[in-house]
Structures are given as C-alpha cells and as structure tokens.
C-alpha cells in the first residue's frame, strides 16, 4: 500500500476512535434513563442522604447534603423543587453525579439548627414521573433534633376533593400571640406541599404556634395573591408537638374575590348607546333611570337614560340606551351597586368618561330565543317545565314597551288568552308570571310576534307544559352539626425503616392545646342556621341549583325533583348572607365549617328518599384542658 493511502487510514481510524470516546464521555457527563421495555410509572425515591436523615451533631463546617436517588432525575425539576429551613441568603448550587444529587451550602451552618431539605412534587424523573408527595430530608447541628409536627388536609371547598400539589405554608408566632402577623412574613418558616390525597405533614418544626396557609401559588412569590386560591386554616394557632393528631378538620381551598368590580372601558358604540366594559363578569342590580346619571361635560346638561341591559353573551358589559348625544365629551355617574360580581361585591361610586359617537343607533331588538333554552320536547310535544320554573324570552337588547306589550302573547290549547306580567334581571330576558298559574298538567302556547321583533311574516312558538306531580319526587334527610377536638389519639409510629430513628432529649408530657387563641376568634362566632344545597348530577329534567336553610340538628327536605341522580352540600351560614364564605386570611376570619355527601343519591318518582345517613358539619373545638384545682375543699396539711 501506498505510504499516503497508510497515514490517510490511520487518521480515519484516529478520529473514529476519538468520536466513540466523546460519545462515552458526554454520555457519562449527561446520564439518561435507558429506552425501550414498559413504561415506567413509579415515581423517584430516596435511596440515601450524606448527612444521614435524623443526624444530630452534624459540623457547622459540612459544605453539602448529598442525596441518592433511585432513578435519573430531570435535572432542571430539582432546583425549583428545592426548598430549605433555615434559608440560605443565597440559593444553594446543585451538582450532579449519576443519581446522586450534590446540594453545595452557599454559607457555613448555623450551630444547634435543625435543617430541613424538602423537595416537592415538582420533580420528576427522566421519564416526566413526578412525586406523589414532598421529600423530607432533616439533620441537626446540636445534640437534639426537632420534632414538631402538624398534618391536616386540603380540600376544594365546592366538591371535597383532594388538592394535590398545593403548597403549605407555616408561619411561626411569637410568644403569645394568637393572631398571624400582619403582613406575613415574605418567606414562611416552613414550607411544604400536599399529596394526591390531598394531606400534607411538616415534621422536624421548632415546637410552638404557627399559622398554617394552604396556597395554590401559581406565580411562585410564597404570598396570597388576589388571584390565587387560599385555604384558610380553621383555626389561627395551631401547636407543633411531637406525635401530634392530625387536624381533623380540612382546609378548605377556594378562589377569593374581595374586590368589587371596576370599570375597565366605555365605548360609544352610537349617539344613543354606550357599552360600559368591566374587569370580570357583572350582574346588573339596578336598571331604572336614576340610578344611572349621564351628563354633557361641556354643558353640565343632563342626558336622558332610556334603559339599561346586560349586554348579551358578554357577561362583564353593560349597555346603556340613552337620549341622542352630541359628538363630544361626557361622564356616566356609577352608584354604588349598580352592579355586583358574582360573588355579591358591590361596585364602588366611580365616574366613567367617554367621547360620543357620530353615528345614529341603527341596532334592532330581535328575538333570540325561549327559556328556559335546554327543555326537550315531550310526548305530547311540549317543553315540560318544572314546578316554580317559569317560561320566558329572550331578546338581543332591552326592547322598547311596544314590543313587550304587543309582542307578546300567551294563550291555552283552546286559544284562549292567559293573562300574565313580565319579569325581568338583566333587561334581555322576560319570565312569564301568569295569573293564575299554570296548573298541573295545563298547556299554554307562548307566541312572539315577528312583527315586533323586525322579522314580518314569521312568528315564533313554543309550548310549555307543567310538568305534573306523579312524575316526581322527594330527597329528605337530617343535617348535624358536630364538634370535633383539636386533638386526637397520637399517629402510629413511623416505620423505622423508611426513617432511621435517632437519639432524642427526652420530652416532657404536654397538656392539650388549651390556650387564648383554640375558641376564640372562630368560636365567638355565632353558629348560624344550616344551608344545604342540592344540584343535579343527572337528572330527566334540568334542575338548577336549589338551596334550604334549616336549623342545625333538623331535617330538610327536597321536593318536586325529577327522576335523577343528585349531590349535597351543606354549611354552617355564621353570618347569615345565604352564600358559602371561604374565610379571610388577613385579618383573620375561619371559613364556615362545610361537608358534602361523596355519592349521589337517586331521586324516584312519587317517592320520598331518605339519605341513608345524616349530614355532618365538623366544627372544630377546643381540646379537653386540665381539671382546674378545687378551691372549695381546704389544702391538705402539711406533713410533720
């Protein structure tokens, strides 16, 4: 062979040989999970940790917590899964080796400190399995290891459901208090996440109070924003002690919505019309005239208001009909209360200001359709409508009083006219009252002129049929308010194999959690009458929600529903406004104590279906506390 032909062959062999070992070495510096066979759906454990778990008398001069895991994980979860008590100022670095995790201590440790690494459900292994539950991994500086614990549960106030993957938050409390700080803090003492079901547990805490906050902290600051569902803990103070009960009461995660809503836009849409946009859905509360006051800015002048309307399929509008305006500057007085979100807060006094149109109102009111809108027909060919549920149309705007008067009309299967009068929320959608009303088995034929509504030659018709009682039935049951201690029976011993047990200073017995705070904030609270409610999972016939108030420890009882599967909510109303309060966190007020019935319960024509148990509304109480000295009987005397 060529002498050229040998150098060229060995430097292809060279370079060959130098690929394959780059690709080794990236292969050893990145690791992956191998491919191919079942997939893998167990989640990442601990396999074991440098400090140990449950070390006392670790060195202030330990520059890392090495933990082995039991599979690859994806590397960039782990940094925002990483949560540490006491905090570092800086946060720690991670490197990797293999499974093992090295995370590097920024700063030396503080003496006589328990650390606690808690990495939450944010991470997952190279395969996207995530943590059912946090990780805890805790070591101590000095001779003795905290041990306080608190567990409790977090669950969506509307249904009972278990929350997983919300973050828990406890703040200490100083010496005596029995209030949380005002603010809080900007980092919580102890943090940590719930499970699949829902629980979490903070071990390893100081022993003291603390404030306990369930967050859905969506933008990752670890502070209640007003956009982000909280759970406020049932009670201000809760004690850390070591083989402490869980609470036994949930915590109860909900959206808060304590601002009222505020104009966002007005936009002329012509001299006549203003659409007046706000920052979430509005529920129109006032519709007359004067409630809504339009004035010329140039002038001073008044502007006639001719009707007011929700704006339809635009729940966070209102339009406003006016007198014709001159192209120019005016304000629109808002009172308070004109409109409320759906939540009931009240619109604040504000005034909008807004530049008329040029263009004239050519909009026309037409029809759109019968309510209520999802009613099939029947055998007899009508739209059978249940007990108390009235028929009604529906317009694009409000319509003037010809069109309601003329426009409308309702008549019985002989043809026979039925006298009735409109009702109306919103300004768009009339209900028919008639009078008398409509009985059992009766028909009546509701007609819409299209003459009315800007279509000539048509005319729109709906039969509706009150549906009669042999097709329904009855859901009866009993309603229980139920204290429920503080504290329970200790937890069950941990299992030692999954954490190594330690030497621990001997504690001293601890009466139950008896002071100012446990009763009475939440307990000076009056109790309030029961609200349950009842909404349909399926049923024959749309059922809307419907609701009773009873006193605690009586029964209630749903009639008029039709065949159907229903489920049950019911709360202790404290304050008596007919609506769930979810509690306030700053100042601190608890969430009305609240249950739910987890399986539907079947309606059956002409029955009445008792619940096969009664509804209980924990509350929760104070735990027993130390029998007070007897102070009627003499001292024993003294020994001699």
């Known amino acids: ?20 070992l780059a690709l080794v070495l990236a292969s050893c510096a990145n690791p992956v999970a191998p491919s191919g066979g079942p997939r893998d759906d167990t989640p990442p454990t601990v396999l074991g940790t440098q400090p140990m778990r449950d070390t006392v008398n670790v060195s202030t001069d330990t520059e890392a917590l090495r933990i082995e895991f039991s599979e690859y994980i994806e590397r960039t979860t782990l940094p925002g899964a990483l949560s540490v008590t006491p905090t570092f100022e800086q946060r720690p670095p991670v490197e990797w080796s293999g499974r093992t995790a090295e995370i590097e201590f920024p700063s030396p440790l503080r003496d006589s400190t328990t650390y606690i690494f808690t990495i939450d459900t944010n991470l997952s292994d190279a395969r996207g ?8 991994v805790a070591f101590s500086t000095g001779p003795r290891i905290n041990r306080g614990q608190i567990e409790g549960q977090v669950v ?4 009972g459901a278990a929350k997983p993957q919300v973050d828990v938050y406890a703040y200490a409390l100083a010496p005596g208090a029995t209030e949380p700080p005002r603010p809080l803090p900007d980092r919580p003492s102890y943090r940590t996440q719930t499970s699949e079901e829902g629980t979490f547990a903070f071990d390893y805490m100081r022993e003291g109070r603390y404030y306990v906050l369930a967050l859905r902290d969506n933008n990752r600051n670890r502070q209640p924003d007003a956009s982000e569902p909280a759970a406020v803990p049932p009670r201000p103070a809760l004690q850390a002690d070591s083989g402490a009960a869980p609470v036994p009461v949930p915590w109860l995660l909900a959206a808060r919505d304590t601002t009222p809503p505020q104009p966002q836009q007005v936009r002329a849409v012509s001299r006549q019309r203003i659409r007046v946009n706000f920052n979430e859905p509005v529920q129109l509360q006032r519709r007359t005239a004067a409630d809504w006051a339009l004035r010329d800015s140039t002038t001073g002048a008044q502007v006639a208001v001719r009707g007011v309307h929700g704006a339809l399929d635009r729940p966070s509008a209102v339009v406003v009909r006016t007198a014709p305006m001159a192209e120019r500057g005016h304000r629109l007085a808002l009172r308070r209360g004109v409109v409320t979100d759906t939540l009931g807060q009240p619109l604040a006094p504000d005034t909008v200001r807004f530049r008329a149109a040029a263009r004239d109102d050519t909009s026309q009111t ?21 007990p108390g549920v009235r028929p009604a149309v529906r317009f694009n705007q409000a319509p003037d009083s010809t069109v309601l008067r003329a426009g409308i009309q309702a008549r019985d299967t002989a043809g026979a006219p039925r006298d009735f009068s409109l009702l109306s929320e ?20 509701v007609t819409v002129d ?37 504290r329970g029976p200790a937890r069950p011993q941990r299992d030692s194999a999954s954490r190594p047990a330690s030497p621990a200073a001997p504690r001293a017995t601890r009466p139950p959690d008896t002071t100012a705070a446990v009763g009475r904030r939440d307990l000076l609270l009056p109790s309030g009458p029961v609200a349950v409610e009842l909404t349909a ?20 009882v749903f009639d008029e529903l039709p065949d159907g599967q229903y489920r049950f909510r019911a709360y202790l109303d404290r304050n008596g406004n ?6 306030r966190l700053q100042p601190y007020v608890p969430a009305e104590p609240v249950t739910w019935r987890r399986e539907p319960v079947q309606a059956r024509p002409r029955w009445t279906t008792e619940l096969p148990t009664p509804l209980r509304i924990p509350r929760l109480v104070p735990g027993p506390s130390r029998p007070a000295p007897d102070t009627t009987r003499a001292p024993p005397a003294a020994p001699r």
Do not use: C, K
């Open 366 to 386: 037409r029809f759109r359709r019968f309510l209520p809108a999802d009613l099939a027909q029947d055998s007899t060919g009508a739209h059978p409508l249940l």
């Open 450 to 486: 299209g003459e009315a509504v800007a279509r000539p030659d048509t005319t729109y018709r709906r039969r509706f049929r009150r549906v009669t009682r042999r097709a329904l039935g009855a859901l009866e049951g009993r309603i229980r308010v139920a204290d429920t201690l503080r």
């Open 156 to 159: 969506g106030a509307r249904t």
């Open 578 to 583: 007919g609506r769930w309060d979810a509690g």
């Open 129 to 136: 399995v995530s943590l059912n539950s946090p990780l805890t």
């Open 537 to 556: 999972e399926a049923s024959s016939l749309p059922v809307p929600p419907r609701r009773v108030t009873t006193p605690p420890g009586s029964t209630f």
């Open 426 to 445: 919103d300004g768009t959608a009339y209900r028919l009252r008639f009078d008398p009303p409509l009985a059992p088995g009766e028909f009546v034929d």
């Open 1 to 20: 062979m060529h002498s050229g032909s040998r150098v060229r062959v060995l430097r292809v062999e060279l370079w060959g040989w130098l690929g394959g």
